[in-house]
């Protein structure tokens, strides 16, 4: 017995070490070596359907991964949520008496609208080169070998950066780990969330109900572009999200404009008025409290001044001459709540487009949300503003005997998804996390305090009481949401260097 414990220490030991002197070259080239069967992988996941209002294309993309971890030696069960769609969880002990580090994922992706993507289907993954002109050729998949010059290539389809990217690269840093023969000096606990994009309705009652089989020391979420630059980055927080429909009535029904103009009131100018009484034009929201509770400090402000941001290049890239007023730069326009107008509709247009005064207009609103501010309290905000300007609420389509005792009516509706998280950057995952990246890439990356996108961190922060941070790595051009969605290869190679230089990484 005492021969066989020795024995295990000395192979521990070994590994620990094998770990901490792993160099940046070893990983480039470990990392490079796994790109034909990463490329395949990817291929192959991105062909599976995986919008989350149809839990029947679902089930492929949790039994592909559920494969996929089994075959690198993980243990995986399905975790029940209250919907129809669980979560995964797979994990490896490495160290026994060693730290857990959990790592999320997400598998499912935005909804589709296949005639806005130059491609036959967003299911269908195209190769393609971008030319002189700025257009993008299809190339034949046979051109892909590691020889070529790919990196500027890319694939597109729906979920190729947002998230089926980091998952191949994940998977693909773990047969790396495998060829080298190495194990890191820590345990993994891999997490799988395949309701993101529906805002994970059931995450925060599932993580309560599994919080034993998901404890950990600390987490790390694998999603997400880097700094504009596509220089390595960590974002040490990110802000929540709460939504709004908001509906204004007009006629029952859509009346014809020459009959009934300028007598049935147009609900599409009243909730133009409703909306604009809210910001002003420098883009401030003017419900008073909005902002209250947000104050950054100078040490704040510095920590917001060192990442390097070219403000002029931004506004380039997003085509706009001036930025609206919330903070003095981009990334202190980030620190505060948000209240954006995510889609309008109102009557028909285009072809369809008719002479009619319409019967709704409908404005679908997001809050994002950040640590001081009580979201509840924010929706509460909107929702007595909206009656202050006149409005009876309803819940639901209003009744005959409504629409003629109240002259203006609007449907309410909200809901909290999750709310903001942020981790100090000089944490003990922050450093661990540093310390790998500094290692591998010759410098330290770039360290942004909150990221302006959501992701749903904060059930497992708060419920496991843990600290999270974000290592994201797909190209920031990457058309996310959007039709068009790529992922650059060379952001999938760096992708696998990068997870491989957290792999072999001691974790204090």
């Known amino acids: 017995m005492k021969i066989s414990a020795l024995l295990l220490l000395s192979l521990y030991l ?6 901490q ?11 490079h070596q796994q790109l034909p069967t990463a490329w395949s992988d990817f291929r192959s996941l991105l062909s599976l359907p995986n919008d989350a209002h149809y839990p029947k294309d679902i089930e492929p993309n949790i039994a592909w991964l559920d494969s996929a971890f089994q075959t690198r030696q993980f243990q995986t069960q399905r975790l029940s949520t209250k919907g129809e769609i669980p ?15 959990l790592i999320y994922l997400q598998a499912d992706g935005q909804p589709v609208d296949p005639t806005r993507w130059n491609q036959p289907h967003p299911f269908t993954p195209v190769l393609k080169a971008q030319t002189e002109d700025g257009s993008w050729q299809e190339l034949d998949w046979q051109q892909l070998a590691p020889e070529a010059d790919y990196e500027d290539w890319r694939v597109f389809a729906r979920s190729a950066s947002d998230a089926k990217g980091p998952i191949i690269m994940f998977l693909a840093a773990l047969d790396a780990m495998q060829q080298a023969g190495f194990t890191p000096n820590y345990n993994i606990k891999v997490v799988i969330d395949f309701e993101e994009e529906l805002g994970s309705p059931h995450l925060p009652a599932a993580v309560k109900v599994h919080q034993e089989v998901l404890a950990a020391d600390m987490l790390i979420i694998y999603d997400g572009p880097p700094h504009i630059s596509n220089q390595p980055t960590l974002k040490f927080g990110a802000r929540g999200i709460a939504t709004i429909t908001l509906t204004v009535y007009g006629p029952r029904v859509p009346q014809h404009s020459g009959h009934y103009g300028n007598y049935a009131p147009n609900p599409g100018f009243r909730l133009s008025h409703l909306l604009a009484s809210m910001k002003n034009e420098d883009g401030r929201v003017t419900i008073p409290g909005f902002y209250d509770g947000i104050d950054l400090s100078a040490d704040t402000k510095s ?36 209240l954006n107008i995510r889609g309008l509709s109102s009557g028909w247009v285009a072809q369809r487009v008719r002479t009619i005064v319409p019967s709704t207009a409908t404005a ?26 006149g409005y009876y609420l309803v819940d639901s389509l209003p ?23 942020r981790t100090k950057l000089d944490s003990e995952v922050g450093n661990w996390l540093s310390a790998a990246l500094a290692h591998h890439f010759g410098e330290n990356p ?19 009481g ?18 068009n969605e790529n992922l650059r290869l060379g952001n999938l190679t760096r992708g696998i260097e990068t997870y491989l230089a957290i792999l072999a990484q001691p974790l204090p």
């Open 446 to 464: 770039i360290k942004i305090r909150t990221t302006g996108g959501s992701v749903p961190i904060a059930p497992f922060v708060n419920t496991l």
């Open 87 to 101: 979560l995964l969880l797979a994990e490896r002990q490495f160290a026994p008496s060693g730290k857990t580090v």
């Open 303 to 338: 920590t917001l001044q060192q990442v390097p941001d070219d403000e002029a290049a931004i506004q380039q890239k997003l085509g706009i001459a001036e930025t609206d007023k919330v903070g003095a730069t981009y990334q202190e326009a980030l620190q505060y709540p948000s």
């Open 14 to 19: 070994q590994a620990s070490t094998f770990a």
């Open 399 to 421: 009744t005959d005997d409504e629409r003629m005792k109240y002259p203006k009516i609007a449907f309410f509706r909200s809901q909290i998804s999750y709310p903001a998280f």
């Open 466 to 483: 843990i600290p999270a941070v974000i290592v994201p790595t797909v190209n920031p051009d990457n058309n996310q949401h959007s039709p």
């Open 21 to 31: 002197t792993l160099s940046s070259d070893k990983i480039t080239t470990l990392a």
């Open 364 to 389: 679908e609103i997001d809050i994002r949300l950040v640590m001081e501010s009580d979201p509840e309290r924010l929706i509460r905000l909107v929702r007595e503003h909206v009656e202050q300007q």
